[in-house]
């Protein structure tokens, strides 16, 4: 199994190119379900969810051709509607294609996604609103079996519904699937993150009619088919955030390219906050980020776009263990998102959780240890402890990294850290 062995202390500096989202990818790929001709992405990021992906879609029939960052998908000839648990448990988003399949095929069979690290993250609102849509949805055996056929024309059908949570997938899911339904459905309490925002311009373009996107009422106006469109991922802003703390911690000056700031307000805020020095030009989308190494404690709630984004908050809890203070991190969204806890303790650090509370202690100085990645984004907090830490960091089980951030140790690397992979 790959580890990652870090030798801290090295201050970042130079460029780097921020990747294409992983969360605008995956909702965007399973899109091209829905369109009968080709549908062509650029800026799509090597991961291993998107290869994780690319591999679901082709068991559907789906013909996919990738030439570097820019992946075709031809949904012609779909022959089969299912994702199987063993496909939905290496990925979770694997859920999104449940809307597609069943708004253009009237029926599909996926599998439930079981409880992860981070919390037991049910799928009840996906559920709901297909239903709020006229579909049959059966629970059998672990598989949500979903069917239009006893629909008018076998569509769905236009509804309004309120999501009693905010739900990211959920929302994109739903859009997808009222995208083709018979009718106008509006989404109440939508998702307002600009994944979701990504998603309905891609489908726009694709000839969908939906308004609102971005803010917490969308509407789709369904259609009775989708075409295939030229599309470019919107960049990953928490590849982007992940990076900026990079620079923060360890007293470097980085300069993101391909960085939305407008993507990234709560997370620029909290860092000024922090100490550390940053400008953004939004002609070029680059973001400087400038840290004397010396930060100062800050308080973190996460919550829903355009608050701060929970899979920004183990990097935060990484930068408070070695900031200035006393900070409190409270996580809203997820009720076991703080595996790296343990880990960042074994580092040195001082944490204490109350509930879904943090109290992060800022020490002196972190210590390199041998530590265990339990999740993405933890692992993404343990990458920058170990940064900063004094001697080497070996960090296990790093296939988690691998989801969701594109050739990391290359790019860190070329920023001057010392970070390299073995098995
Ligand atoms: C592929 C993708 O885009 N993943 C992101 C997406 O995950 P994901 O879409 O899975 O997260 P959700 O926004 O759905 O989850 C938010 C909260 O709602 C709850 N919930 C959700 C759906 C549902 O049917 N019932 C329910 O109770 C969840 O358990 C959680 O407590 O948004 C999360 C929150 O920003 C991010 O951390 C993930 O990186
Ligand atoms: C939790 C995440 O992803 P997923 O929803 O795919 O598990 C993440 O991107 O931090």
Redesign the pocket.
């Known amino acids: 199994m790959d580890k990652l062995i870090i030798e801290g202390g090295v201050p970042l500096h130079g460029e780097v190119i921020v990747s294409g989202a992983k969360?605008a990818a995956?909702p965007i790929l399973c899109a091209g379900l829905l369109a009968e001709t080709p549908l062509v992405l650029t800026g799509v990021p090597e991961l291993r969810d998107v290869a994780s992906t690319l591999k679901l879609l082709d068991t559907m029939g789906v013909k996919v051709s990738k030439t570097g960052d820019q992946v075709s998908l031809d949904a012609s000839d779909v022959a089969s509607f299912e994702a199987t648990y063993e496909m939905v448990k290496t990925m979770?988003?694997s859920i999104l294609v449940l809307g597609p399949l069943l708004a253009r095929f009237g029926t599909a069979r996926v599998s439930l996604p079981g409880g992860c690290a981070i919390?037991?993250?049910?799928?009840?609102?996906?559920i709901k609103g297909l239903q709020a849509m006229g579909a049959a949805m059966h629970i059998t055996h672990g598989y949500i079996q979903a069917s239009t056929l006893h629909l008018p024309n076998r569509r769905l059908q236009g509804a309004t519904y309120y999501m009693d949570?905010?739900?990211?997938?959920?929302t994109e899911n739903l859009m997808m699937a009222a995208a083709l339904a018979q009718g106008t459905t509006v989404l109440e309490n939508a998702?307002k993150?600009p994944?979701v925002v990504d998603l309905a311009e891609c489908l726009n373009k694709m000839g969908a009619r939906i308004t609102g996107a971005g803010t917490d009422a969308i509407t789709i106006q369904g259609v009775e088919s989708l075409s295939g469109a030229n599309h470019h991922i919107v960049c990953d802003r928490i590849e982007a955030g992940t990076y900026m703390v990079a620079a923060a911690m360890t007293g470097g000056e980085v300069t993101l390219k391909n960085a939305r700031a407008d993507l990234l307000e709560a997370v620029i805020e909290k860092l000024r906050e922090a100490g550390v020095e940053i400008s953004t030009d939004s002609n070029s989308n680059s973001i400087t980020v400038k840290s004397n190494g010396q930060l100062k404690a800050v308080n973190i709630r996460t919550a829903?776009h355009p608050a701060f984004?929970?899979?920004m908050q183990a990097q935060f809890m990484a930068m408070n263990t070695m900031a200035e203070g006393v900070s409190t991190v409270v996580e809203t969204?997820?009720e076991n998102r703080f595996m790296h806890v343990q880990e960042l303790q074994r580092m040195g650090a001082n944490i204490e959780i109350q509930g879904n509370s943090a109290i992060v202690k800022g020490v002196p100085a972190l210590e390199g240890a041998n530590v265990m990645a339990t999740d993405l984004r933890a692992s993404a907090g343990l990458v920058l402890a170990g940064l900063v830490a004094e001697g080497e960091t070996v960090i296990d089980r790093i296939y988690h990294l691998d989801r969701g951030y594109e050739r990391l140790e290359e790019k860190l690397n070329q920023l001057g850290a010392k970070v390299r992979r073995s098995n």
């Open positions: 969360n995956l979770r988003a919390g037991s993250r049910p799928v009840d609102l996906h949570m905010v739900t990211v997938t959920g998702a993150e994944e829903p984004p929970t899979d969204i997820f």
